[in-house]
C-alpha cells in the first residue's frame, strides 16, 4: 500500500509540471473507479453518469466536493423525473428536447438550485432520452444510483487521497501585505528625517493606499486554507494555524487603517491647503524623533506575523523588547514637542497628537494580541513591562 502512495505522489509531481497537477489524477481515478462500480448496477449497461459525476465532483476542497456533490444529485434526480415525463411521451424530436429543457431550467430554478445543479437538470435529461433506449423507471432507477456512486467516489477519493494544502500560500501572502504595511512606513520615516516634500508625501500616501490589493490577496489566500480544511480530516492539525492566521490578517487589517491615517497627516502637515505647511516636522524640530518613532512601529509590524505564529516562543521575546522600545521613541518624540512648545503652530499640535495617537493604537493592539491566550491553548510568555 505504501508503494502504491509513493507511485501515486510521484505521478502527481510529474503531472504538476506539465500542467494538470494532482487534482487531474484524482479525478481520473475517481472517474475510472466509479465507471467500474457503476457497471455493476443492474439495468443500467453503459453507467456514463457515475463518472460523469464523479468528474463534476472532484473540485479543489472537500468543502467543495461535498456542495457539488449536492448540487448535482438533486440536479440529476429532477432530470430524470423531467426525461420521464417529457422523454417518455413525446419522444426524441426537436420541440420535445426544447420543451425538456425549458421545463428542466424552470424546475431547478424553482426549487432553488445553485449555478452548477440547474444545468444539470437540463443535461442529466437530455443524456437519459439521447443515450440508449426509452426512458423507464428501471433506467431513472439505475441513474439516480449511479449518481450516488459517482458522487460518494469522487467526495471519498478527493478527501482520502493527497487532500490539498494552502496553509503555505496563505502564510506567504499574510506575510507579504505585512511587509508592505511596514515599508510603507519605512519609507515614510526616512524621508521625515531628511525632510519630507509634499510630493514625497503623495507618493507614500498612494503606496499606502495599494497595499489593499495585498489585503485582498491575503484575504482570497485565508479564506482558500480555512475552506480546505473544512472536512479535512488529514490537515486538523493545521486548524490552530489557521485561525491564528486569520486572526493576524484581521489585525494587519486594522494596522492598515492606521498607518495611512498617519501618512495623511504628514501629508496635510508638509502640504496644507490654504496655509503654510508646519514647521514642526521638520528634522531639526521634531522630525529626527519622529521618524525613530515610526521606524520602531514599522519593524514592529513586519515582526508580528512571525509572533503569533505557532511555535514562535523563539520570537516573543524580541518581539515584547520591540513593544518596549516603541514605546519609549514614543515618549521621546511627545515630551520634546512639550520642550519645543510646538502649540504656537496653530494646526502643530493637533497633526502630532494625531500622528502619536495612530502610533499608540498599532503598538498597543499588535501587543494586546501576541498577549493574549492562543487559539490552540499553547502558553504564552508575558510581554516586557512598560508596553
Known amino acids: 500500500m505504501a508503494s502504491v502512495a509513493a507511485r501515486l505522489s510521484q505521478v502527481a509531481a510529474w503531472l504538476s509540471r506539465i500542467g494538470p497537477g494532482g487534482r487531474a489524477l484524482k479525478t481520473a481515478l475517481a472517474a475510472g473507479l466509479a465507471w467500474e462500480v457503476g457497471s455493476r448496477v443492474p439495468g443500467a449497461p453503459t453507467p456514463y453518469l457515475a463518472p460523469l459525476t464523479a468528474v463534476l465532483v472532484t473540485q479543489i476542497t472537500i468543502a467543495d466536493s461535498i456542495g457539488a456533490a449536492t ?18 411521451v413525446a419522444g426524441l424530436s426537436g420541440p420535445s428536447i426544447a420543451l ?72 506567504a501572502a499574510v506575510a507579504a501585505h505585512g511587509d508592505a504595511l511596514a515599508g510603507v512606513l519605512d519609507r515614510l520615516a526616512a524621508a521625515i528625517m531628511v525632510g519630507i516634500t509634499g510630493d514625497e508625501a503623495d507618493a507614500i500616501l498612494g503606496e499606502a493606499r495599494a497595499t489593499d490589493g495585498l489585503l485582498r490577496e491575503a484575504q482570497a489566500a485565508v479564506s482558500r486554507t480555512e475552506a480546505a480544511l473544512r472536512f479535512n480530516l488529514w490537515q486538523r492539525h493545521e486548524r490552530p494555524a489557521t485561525e491564528r492566521l486569520a486572526l493576524t490578517l484581521r489585525t494587519l487589517e486594522r494596522v492598515a487603517i492606521q498607518a495611512r491615517g498617519i501618512v495623511r497627516t504628514v501629508d496635510d502637515a508638509v502640504a496644507p491647503e490654504g496655509r503654510t505647511p508646519s514647521t ?95 487559539l490552540d491553548g499553547a502558553p504564552l510568555p508575558p510581554l516586557a513591562p512598560g508596553s
Open 71 to 88: 448540487q448535482r444529485f438533486f440536479g440529476i434526480v429532477l432530470g430524470v423525473g423531467v426525461a420521464l415525463a417529457v422523454g417518455g
Open 100 to 171: 425538456m429543457v425549458l421545463l428542466a431550467l424552470m424546475l431547478g430554478s424553482a426549487v432553488h438550485l445553485g449555478p452548477q445543479g440547474i444545468p444539470q437538470v437540463a443535461i442529466s435529461a437530455l443524456l437519459i432520452v439521447a443515450v440508449g433506449s426509452a426512458p423507464t423507471l428501471e433506467l431513472a432507477y439505475a441513474r439516480v444510483v449511479e449518481t450516488i456512486i459517482g458522487a460518494a467516489i469522487g467526495i471519498g477519493i478527493n478527501a482520502l487521497l493527497a487532500p490539498p494544502s494552502h496553509l503555505a500560500t496563505a502564510r
Open 280 to 374: 514642526w516636522i521638520d528634522p531639526w524640530a521634531l522630525g529626527s524623533g519622529l521618524g525613530a518613532a515610526i521606524t520602531d512601529i514599522a519593524r514592529l509590524v513586519r515582526a508580528f506575523p512571525a509572533a503569533l505564529a505557532p511555535g514562535s516562543g523563539d520570537h516573543r521575546p524580541a518581539f515584547a523588547l520591540l513593544v518596549d522600545e516603541a514605546a519609549r521613541s514614543r515618549c521621546l518624540v511627545a515630551g520634546a514637542g512639550e520642550a519645543q512648545d510646538i502649540r504656537r503652530e496653530s494646526d502643530g499640535w493637533i497633526e502630532l497628537g494625531s500622528v502619536l495617537a495612530d502610533l499608540d493604537r498599532i503598538r498597543r493592539e499588535l501587543a494586546e494580541v501576541v498577549a493574549a491566550p492562543p
